[in-house]
């Protein structure tokens, strides 16, 4: 199979304001994400970029002007990889990350990465020259056959060392249990593998409203038929009991290691916490509704 799609393209910035709750600025290095999963939310990107080639198969590398006065972002929060991994294998050649970091050090500027990737150790000395920041990745098996069928990221083993090593060196680090496939994903024992190497949990439910619900379903019928009413109850009748039941459950269990649970938390820079914090993020808004509704009927 030959490679991705690579183009080198010139923008006039970088950052980009943001209305994600977690930050003010949201920096994306790169267009596309070679990564390729398979439940990709920001596949929606191909539309905008004038490519043909199957999501995952393509990458627009960014060239951007010079950042301006890089200082007046000190104390603002910059999320690096809303729509794109940051630190995707094409990273080690052309390095547009570290650049950005290399720009903003010293600016003061809050910084929080998202990955599933262990490339980012390269740059973990300029990482932590950051106050406060935190590098997230994202975990949703411990099982490498269904990794490799959703992505072409870093193996999770990798993920979870390079968690630790960041954790050990003082950095902030999330483990986001995202996107967890109903009957698929063992939450516990991920916790269980990660608790001692992050400060945040955040679980996250499959949301299949892309135009990759398709292609999940179909996996699930291929792979997992046991599954496929669970799914269809889920994705195609609008049944939130799994969440809420999955919310409970992680609840008890959280209590149970002794770790605080809290829902929706949106404070991505909240005070460093050994053991963990799990925050959930499954429907919030949703299931909080249904669950008033029945608190009150
Ligand atoms: S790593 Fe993130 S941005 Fe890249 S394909 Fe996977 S979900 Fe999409």
Known sequence: MSGPVIRLVETSGILTRSNLPVCEFSVNPYTGCTHGCMYCYASFMKRFSGHTEPWGDFLDVKYWKPVRSPARYSGREIFIGSVTDPYNPQEAVYGRTRAFLEEMCGSGARISIATKSDLV???????KSFPDARVSWSINTLDEEFRSA??????????IEAMRIFHEAGVRTTCFISPIFPGITDVKVIIRKTAGYCDLIWLENLNLRGGFRMQIMEFIKRE????????EEIYMHGDLSYWENLDTEMQMFAESLGLEYLTNDDTMHRPFAAPPVVVNYFYHERIKKSARRCADA
């Open 121 to 127: 150790l390269r740059d973990l000395e300029l990482i």
């Open 224 to 231: 997992h038929p046991g599954l496929l009413p669970l799914y």
């Open 150 to 159: 959703m992505d072409r990221a870093s193996a999770i083993e990798a993920r």
